[in-house]
């Protein structure tokens, strides 16, 4: 879109004052004789003076951040108008703009054209931990919005949140391969193998940790099962005494900002439900059962198996919407309902519905099932 239209309409905003929006023709008569090459851009300006956009720029009787309010009319001039979600959002952020509602642009999207870099750190036996994603620190809307009529009421109100510094997170889910080494690991000996006074005096000795169930699906490059949220948060503890670096299971900020990889729409590839099968594991296709990581489509950071395959553990525990949630990445443990951990992802057993990127379910931290894993997060 033309920069210089977007120009013009401010310094007329600024001559003029907001009195300009109760004039479309006056309006229209004067951005046609400053810009009249530009005449899509002008029109596209008009169509929104026209719904009223500049008017509920100005009103926000809801109290909306500005981000938030210009997502919202921007997904309603889309709707009214037929416009691509790029004309409506940049018709509603010129006004906004004019009428000094936003100092500036929003940010482009954090989604780059190549997936960013990954790393893996080595653990004390010179093995690989796994592979971990670098993201960059941004900002997103979380949650679904009032007009997504397949979401819950659990996933509202939508609001923004600022991811302050950049992170790292798993570009799959955990596997067996992995979380097998830790429990191995992390093994107490046998009291035979302890000595005389570790038999004598060593105390109780606690009980071991079991190989996780795999259903007879199979090991290796399938994302672990059967782990509970304190499984899960032994390993991240285990790993990141493994490491040096601080390993933690992701907040559901976190999760919500990767998997979106700066999309707003219900999954990372967009509001198609007929292409969910190319980058998802669920109801549909798995036959019943998990699948081996990495065998879907990524999302636009890299990121395999976000959508469906397993539920994957947050820090976070359950709140029933989001009145009162974070405006940062931090987890969210005031005024818990109950004991309860966060999941989210969907799984192989789950409808399409409940694989896009906002929704959100729970479990009890005990929970061990054939649904649930874990995808890691590390602070950088």
Known sequence: MEPTVRDTLRQLIVQHGRALCDEAPRCETMLRDLCGQHKPEIALLISALQQRV?????????????????????ERLAKELFLTAEAAHWAVETWALALGVIAEPAPAPAATPEPPPSFRDRLKDGSEGPEMVRLPAGRFLMGASERDTTAFADERPQHEVRIAHPFAIGRFPVTFEDYDRFVIATRPPPAAKRGLMGRLFGGEEHEPRELPG????????????????????????????????????????????????????????????????????????????????????????????????????????????????????????DNCLSADRVVRGGSWINNARNTRVSHRSSNEPDSRQKLLGLRLAQDL
């Open 54 to 74: 500049p008017a509920a720029l100005l009103a926000n009787a809801a109290g909306l951040s500005p981000l938030l309010l210009v997502d919202q009319l921007r």
């Open 214 to 333: 795999d259903e007879g699906w199979g090991r290796g490059r399938r994302p672990v099962i059967n782990v509970s949220w304190h499984d899960a948060v032994a390993y991240c503890v285990w790993l990141s005494e493994q490491t040096g670096r601080t390993y933690r299971l992701p907040s559901e900020a976190d999760w919500e900002y990767a998997s979106r990889a700066g999309t707003a729409t219900r999954w990372s590839f967009g509001d198609d439900e007929n292409a969910l099968g190319d980058h998802a594991w669920y109801k549909d296709n798995s036959g019943g059962k998990t699948h081996p990581i990495g065998e879907k489509r990524p999302n636009p950071w890299g990121l395999h198996d976000i959508h469906g395959n397993i539920w994957e553990w947050m820090q976070d525990c359950w709140h029933d919407n989001y009145a009162g949630a974070p405006v940062d990445d931090s987890e969210w443990h």
